[in-house]
């Protein structure tokens, strides 16, 4: 029955909502291993055997949020709180720049005092002009005013990642505090598409009562915005949250479905937009230690090593079981390489990776 879909998927034709369903419910292992192989191949004729690194600076947990899934929520207690100084982001994005990374990512809790927004603003055009432009810039800094985007986007970031989290009303509510809005998330994508951003979204799945209508829909709503960028992972549960505390430590059994859920999505995301960069996200990793390997093999393009001070970085535990919290940048590096190279791709070191989408998008506007 699927065979009839990938067919169909492999000619680059468009699938039906029900037809993503169909993929998205594969349990059994020749099916599934037919869904990886068509949007390998898939990827490989739209956007090529390489992987892209994003080094990630977590540059604060401070967080005016209260998300009901996350560990760096505001109402956690039990979170030793830090702020790097502009300094050390700084150099944390100069370490990334001379490791070849091609591009650095720079995330935090959200936070929208005048004080935060001019320091991001400094930093961002230290970084650009240090690096002289050849440092990609991706920010993923939570929800913003229009005016806040401009004005980083001004001195030089041209990215920005925010995840959908799901486009299911319901579901968002469910997740969310009440005055966190759905709507308002949309906007700022938005905003983000109108300040002439390339613009990353996404969603967490295996969330509690998600289905795979839920997911289809979730799919199809990346494609309706037109996003040029995918970062999307499985939801882990943060024993110190709302959500956390009603599910327990995930067993192997659950990990292993978690995980193949978080590849099923890679893949069909893959087979739907075919030409846009995603992520093989970290959270993947925390599930099995080949997560992220797995995530290229079934349609990922971008990997995001951890270039954060080791000290920091237990502090920055959005979920349970977060990988690589104590090594330290370099050996991500080696490591990462490595693994990559292991599985036949090369990493594009030196470049920014912009994806063919947003060449594509952008040409035909100015066109
Ligand atoms: N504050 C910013 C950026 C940091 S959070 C923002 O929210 O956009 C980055 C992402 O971490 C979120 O979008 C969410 O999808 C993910 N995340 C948070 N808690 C998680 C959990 N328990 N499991 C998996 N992903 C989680
Ligand atoms: Fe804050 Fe982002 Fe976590 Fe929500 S997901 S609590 S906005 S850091």
Redesign the pocket.
């Known amino acids: 029955m699927t065979d009839v879909i990938l067919a169909k998927a492999k000619q680059g034709r468009e699938l039906s909502r029900g037809e993503l369903v169909a993929l998205l419910s594969i349990t059994d292992a020749a099916e599934l291993q037919a869904l990886y192989d068509c949007a390998y191949f898939l990827k490989e004729q739209y956007v090529g055997k390489i992987a892209y690194f994003r080094g990630i600076i977590e540059c604060s947990n401070l967080?005016i949020?209260d998300?009901y899934?996350?560990?760096i929520r505001k109402s956690n207690t039990n979170v030793e709180r830090f702020q790097m100084d502009e300094d050390e982001i700084f150099k944390e994005a100069v370490w990334a720049y001379e490791a070849e990374y091609g591009s650095c990512v720079i995330?935090?809790?959200?936070r929208r005092d005048e004080e935060y927004i001019a320091m991001i603003e400094r930093v961002v055009g230290r970084i650009k002009e240090a690096t002289k432009g050849r440092l990609g810039i991706t920010l993923?800094?939570?929800e913003q005013t229009e005016e806040t985007y401009r004005r980083w986007r001004a001195v030089g970031a041209h990215r920005y990642l925010?995840?959908i989290?799901t486009t299911n009303p319901e579901l968002y509510a469910k997740i969310h505090p009440k005055d966190h809005s759905l709507e308002e998330r949309k906007e700022c994508l938005a905003s983000l598409r109108r300040t002439g951003y390339q613009v990353g979204t996404g969603v967490?799945m295996g969330l509690p009562g998600q289905t795979m209508e839920d997911l289809a829909n979730d799919i199809l709503f990346l494609k309706e915005i037109d996003i040029d960028m995918v970062g999307m992972?499985?939801?882990?549960?943060?024993s110190g949250?709302p959500m956390g505390k009603e599910i327990p430590p995930y067993t192997d059994e659950q990990k292993r479905v978690a995980l193949q859920l978080g590849l099923k999505m890679i893949a069909v995301t893959r087979i739907v937009l075919k030409d846009i960069n995603i992520a093989a996200a970290t959270?993947l990793q925390a599930l099995e230690y080949t997560g992220r390997e797995q995530g290229l093999r079934c349609g990922a393009n971008v990997i995001m090593p951890n270039v954060t001070e080791t000290e920091y970085r237990p502090n920055y535990t959005?979920?349970d079981n977060k990988p690589c919290t104590d090594e330290n940048s370099s050996m991500c590096r080696g490591c990462l390489s490595g693994r990559i190279e292991g599985i036949g791709e090369t990493v594009g070191f030196n470049e920014w990776g912009d994806s063919p989408h947003f060449h594509k998008r952008t040409k035909t506007v100015s066109d």
């Open positions: 967080c949020k998300c899934y996350c560990g995330q935090s809790g959200e993923s800094l939570g925010l995840r989290e967490m992972g499985p939801y882990i549960p943060h949250t959270a959005l979920y």
